[in-house]
C-alpha cells in the first residue's frame, strides 16, 4: 500500500505546495518548509518513495503546527510525524489518494 505525496495540501485553508527540488539549503536535509512569501515544502528528489513520503509528512507536520501556533521542537515533530506516518501508511488508500474499500491497495 502506498499513497502518492501530493502537489499541494491544504493546512488550515491555506494552501501549501509542494515540490520535489534538489534545491535545498547546503543538501544537509532531506527536506524543508517554508512558510513565506509562499508556503511550500521541498522534498529532495533523490530519496525513495517511502522516504519522500515520510520527509512529505514530517513537513506537513511542521506547517500545521506553525499555522496553529503548536509550539513543539525538532525532536517532538520528528517523533509524531513518526507515529503519524506508521498511521496513514496502515490506512487502505489508493494512488489518488482516496479511501479505498479493499485493503492491502
Ligand atoms: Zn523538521
Known sequence: MEFKVPGMIMVGGTLVRVELTACIAERLLNGESVYQPVPLI????????????RVFIHEALHHITNRYHVELDESQVANLSEGITQVIMQLSLDTEGHISEKENE
Request: charge should be positive; charged fraction near 25%; aromatic fraction near 0%.
Open 42 to 53: 521541498r522534498i529532495d528528489p533523490g530519496l525513495s518513495p517511502a522516504l519522500i513520503r
